[in-house]
């Protein structure tokens, strides 16, 4: 699996957009970038993943630049139980190889 | 829908020890993970079932071990338990190449 670097933290209002960046340099051709979250005392939550193309479902927006080098995880309007470690993984197949995640804070 | 459920969700052992933890799949799922969570880490991957065989294994030793059942259930075996094998083991199950689903884990604390 491609090395995945997120920042260690980010703080966002309730109400506003959270926008978790990752950058994935050495991704190849057919890893599929995975976004978890973990809330304290919880198993992983399966967000959302893509190839190539932006992605959108109930939970979250997928954007994966064209080169595929970074992406960008969008809560569109984020709530105090968004506050969890997300987790931004590429992998082909079988394992996910996670790595220390961002801890995202959704103040009131 | 019941989704990935794990048995039990804490256990106390002593070093030496042994223990086995048991997980079912989410319904329609054929494929079993399971990962070790230390505290304040990610996750980390030690092997996955498919067709009741092993598929792939990450780099655990050979105390850790797993069996899949008909059923797609699975358990995770560990041996000669290490102070250091305190952590939550989390299951995974998918179906086939699928996005993995998670379960809340079992908490193994050694003394």
Known sequence: DAKTTQPPSMDCAEGRA???????STISGNEYVYWYRQIHSQGPQYIIHGLKNNETNEMASLIITEDRKSSTLILPHATLRDTAVYYCIASSYGKLTFGQGTILTVHP | DAGVTQSPTHLI??????????????SGHDTVSWYQ????????????YYEEEERQRGNFPDRFSGHQFPNYSSELNVNALLLGDSALYLCASSLSNQPQHFGDGTRLSIL
Do not use: M
Request: with cysteine; glycine share 10%; proline share 9%.
């Open chain 1, 18 to 24: 959270a926008n978790l960046p990752c950058n994935h």
């Open chain 2, 13 to 26: 052992k002593t070093r030496g020890q042994q223990v086995t933890l048991r997980c079912s799949p989410k």
């Open chain 2, 37 to 48: 969570q230390a505290l304040g880490q990610g996750p980390q991957f030690i092997f996955q």
